[in-house]
């Protein structure tokens, strides 16, 4: 007698208690494989995590309201979702889109009736190099073309299971153009330990302290100070945590490096353990970066199995220490260290009040070192090769190289590394970026850079970044652009203050009305007001950035918003009236010039 | 020496000095000293939470928090300021047109902090265009009523309910401009929830988002706790809760 649904449900959510644990920060862990193989998360499982784990219902539909890839309803047996940054748009992912919903016969977000296949948006999936991308449960298809996009419609309707799809349509390319002096190195840098083990954790933080390394992530801090202030925080416990949830729009070097140079990775981890005394690591992968799950396990596997993991580390007794992964589920702020946290812990992504901060109150409030992924890469490398190698290149004050994500409107977009001080000029000559009007630097929450900025460098000192270089040609409409991020920050506000929360709401509605011809120059002016604002007042980096690009195509491109003014209006009401007269058109079934108030 | 300790441990709010116990924050220190910096979702009751914004001074050239901010000696604190309290009325501004708010015809008008920080601060209109999103009132308990419209995602009752009351009965879901307030119960309703009306988190309410019923009218129009003074004088709802009803 087949199982009825309940009974199926019982049993995976058994399995997952059994093999995974109770605890409650495994909890998005849980939700996100009940998503997975139910293509929602049913509230019969709802209430069994929440008795099995002692967590509220309230605490679990909460978090599944919070992660764009979490559902409480049902999702397509194929969910598909298209990445819907930018530099997606500028290689026609709308059209692509279009294409696929039409042939699927569904709308954006409305599961088939036949529940076969959900087509939505996302944000950003990290493939910039390879876009239009798109998500199918999960798994990253890149380099979308019409004929992919009906390759996948025949697949979806003949109803092949997802692991008998072609695998040429799941192959992730790495496009590194420029390797610098960390990439070339990590090729023959050794993944043991052994040169740490012999240096000792005291002159292996000397070493870090004297390269001056910065965090990679964005915000520059002092990567040994870290360590430091972490080793001496009293507590029974550290943990080590490494931050892959690249959700910058435009960047998606992590992505390589984790695909590439795990072993280094790990390695970074791990002597970062040793320095500081933690004996538990997390990886917090992204969702979108699914793919990489197997071979990262491979490898935590292998370290196992040679002593670079686990108990008495290196035959060095006391030196235990293991790295376990934990998946994101599409929150762009579980970026930020600390709502990073929040969601290591299982709960929604909402930033921590600071101070204290995670370096002394992290996970589970015990001292936390989080870091980039290619900060630990440095690291693990700076260990081995020594500080005096690391600061052959670079600034005094920005030490070493940067890896950045180039997309956009260049003739190869991909991974470029550069010593820092390099200028933004030499960057869109080698991937050529021929004629750029605007490059966009460190995303969406970076800054809108014209050409007689181009001189400017990348440095923590210039134009600090976290790696995503969005480059934009001469008949690109910067209007498109910034539509596309007041739309990505009202989407991925967590929602905790009111700046963030209801400001990038407001930016998106103006934004959206000067795209519409309808805005005057009083609006602008309300925009720079309301950004303003935000950067001021808001609770985390997300609010205070959200309107950077808003501030710089006002400052910097005005002519984007001013050619699209009412003519001869100095204030243009935000009620419209003709709009509001849309749902007696639709009673009415009329749409003739004496239904409007208006010419259309 | 002693001397030295006790100017040490004082910071200038608006050039007013305001003596601090180490660990205070910028509010405690000066709600202890009698000086009004408003605030909606800070209650000294429970652990500060810093997001509602209202309460944001300038220190060193930037807002800060005053519920978060740690007090430190030698802070110059600047809070009413033209542009401080301009700052603040657009925050204000911003959670009354998100919301579903209708001072006139709300039983906790002339009570409500929401629209006495607005008065406060000089806030005469929303000047946003209003959201009007569309949410419910849930009247399933016996004893009091939430309205959702009117909530402004403080958090107070999640945190009361939590930490005082030791019930969880709330809970914030969803992100940006679609998180709710949420009920734990099988329903989610209040009625079938461990909510009672001796609960903290049922007094803690700054806005008419929890209400008692059957006294929504017990103090006439122009005799509540804000309609004589203002808030800098009278003091958050929570702390005049059973003295001046609703």
């Known amino acids: ?600 | 020496m002693n001397l030295s300790t006790t100017m040490a441990n004082s910071f200038r709010l608006d050039g007013r000095e305001i003596p601090f116990q180490p660990g205070q924050t910028i509010m405690d220190a000066a709600l202890a000293a009698g000086a009004y910096i408003p605030h909606l979702c800070h209650n000294p009751e429970l652990a500060p939470h810093g997001s509602c914004r209202v309460c944001v001074v300038r220190v060193g050239g930037r807002l800060v928090s005053s519920c978060t901010a740690p007090a430190a000696a030698g802070l110059e604190v600047a809070s009413d300021t033209p542009d401080i309290q301009a700052s603040r009325r657009t925050i204000l501004q911003m959670l009354f047109v998100e919301g579903n708010h209708i001072c006139p015809a709300c039983e906790k008008t002339g009570a409500c902090q929401l629209q006495a920080v607005a008065y406060y601060t000089g806030m005469l209109a929303p000047h946003f265009s209003h959201f009007f999103p569309r949410r419910d009132l849930d009247a399933s308990h016996p004893d009091y009523v939430i309205d959702f419209n009117r909530c402004i995602l403080c958090e107070l009752c999640v945190r009361a309910s939590r930490d005082l009351d030791g019930k969880n009965v709330f809970a914030i879901s969803g992100r940006g401009i679609d998180s709710r307030l949420v009920i734990e119960s099988p329903t989610g309703k209040l009625g079938d929830s461990a909510f009672a009306a001796t609960d903290r988190a049922a007094h803690v309410c700054p806005v008419g988002a929890i209400l008692p019923k059957r006294g929504a009218y017990a103090v006439p129009i122009g005799q509540r706790l804000y309609d004589r003074e203002p808030i800098s004088q009278v003091g958050d709802v929570a702390a005049n809760e059973g003295r001046a009803r609703p």
């Open chain 1, 1 to 600: 007698m087949p199982l009825s649904s309940h009974e199926i449900i019982n049993r995976m959510v058994t399995g997952l208690l059994t093999s995974r644990g109770h605890a409650p920060e495994l909890l998005l862990q849980h939700l996100i494989a009940i998503q997975q193989a139910c293509s929602h998360v049913p509230e019969s499982a709802v209430d069994l995590l929440s008795q099995a784990m002692g967590v509220t219902r309230s605490r679990i539909r909460a978090c599944i309201d919070f992660y764009a890839f979490l559902h409480a309803r049902p999702r397509g047996d194929y969910d598909i979702l298209f990445s819907d940054n930018i530099t997606d748009r500028m290689a026609e992912s709308e059209a692509l889109r279009d294409q696929l919903t039409t042939r699927l016969g569904v709308r954006l977000d409305q599961t088939r009736g036949d529940g076969r296949v959900t087509v939505g948006l996302t944000s950003c999936t990290g493939m910039g190099d390879q876009g239009p991308a798109i998500l199918v449960n999960g798994l990253a298809v890149t380099a979308l073309t019409a004929a992919r996009v009906d390759r996948i419609a025949d697949l979806v309707e003949a109803g092949v299971p997802l692991e008998h799809w072609p695998p040429e349509l799941f192959i992730v390319q790495d496009n590194i153009h420029r390797a610098g002096d960390l990439l070339r190195n990590a090729e023959r840098t050794r993944p043991d330990l052994e040169r740490f083990l012999a240096l000792g954790p005291q002159a292996a933080l000397g070493e870090l302290e004297a390269s001056v390394l910065r965090g990679r992530g964005g915000a520059g801090f002092t990567t040994a100070l870290k360590w430091r202030i972490c080793r001496d925080s009293p507590s029974d416990a550290r943990f080590v945590v490494c931050n892959a949830d690249e959700g910058e729009p435009g960047t998606f070097k992590d992505r390589v490096l984790l695909a590439r140079y795990p072993d280094l990775i790990f390695k970074g981890m791990t002597l970062c353990a040793g320095i500081i005394g933690a004996r538990k690591g997390y990886l917090y992968l992204r969702g979108e970066y699914r793919h990489l799950l197997p071979r990262l396990h491979w490898v935590l596997a292998q370290r196992r199995e040679r002593g670079l993991l686990g108990r008495d580390i290196g035959g060095q007794a006391g030196f235990h220490f293991d790295i376990e992964i934990h998946l994101g589920a599409g929150a762009y702020v579980c970026g930020e260290e600390s709502a990073l946290i929040e969601s290591l812990e299982g709960r929604r992504g909402v930033v921590r009040k600071r101070p204290p901060y995670p370096v002394v109150s992290g996970y589970q409030d015990k001292p936390t070192v989080v870091n980039n992924v290619e900060t630990f890469l440095a690291a693990a490398q700076i260990i081995e090769w020594g500080s005096h190698w690391f600061r052959g290149e670079g600034t005094p004050q920005s030490t070493g190289s940067k890896i950045l994500s180039v997309s956009g409107d260049v003739a190869r977009p991909g991974i470029y590394e550069y010593p820092f001080g390099t200028p933004v000029t030499r960057v869109l000559e080698d991937c050529g970026g021929t004629g750029a009007q605007a490059v966009q630097v460190s995303g969406a929450a970076g800054v809108t850079l014209s050409p007689p900025e181009f001189s400017r460098t990348l440095s923590f000192e210039d134009l600090p970044t976290a790696g995503s270089f969005m480059v934009l040609g001469p008949d690109r409409d910067l209007m498109d652009m910034t539509r596309n991020f007041a739309r990505f920050f009202a989407h991925e506000s967590c929602g905790f203050c009111t700046p963030c929360r209801v400001g990038n709401r407001l930016l998106e509605a103006l934004v959206e009305k000067v795209a519409a011809g309808k805005a005057s120059a009083y609006d602008l002016e309300e925009m720079r007001r309301i950004g303003d604002l935000m950067r001021q007042a808001s609770y985390c980096g997300l609010g205070m950035t959200s309107a950077n690009h808003v501030r710089d195509i006002l400052d910097k491109f005005p002519a984007t918003f001013q050619r699209r003014l009412r003519p001869g209006s100095d204030f243009t009401p935000a009620f419209d009236l003709d709009a509001a007269l849309a749902a007696a058109r639709a009673i009415t079934g009329r749409n003739d010039a004496g239904a409007h108030l208006e010419e259309a």
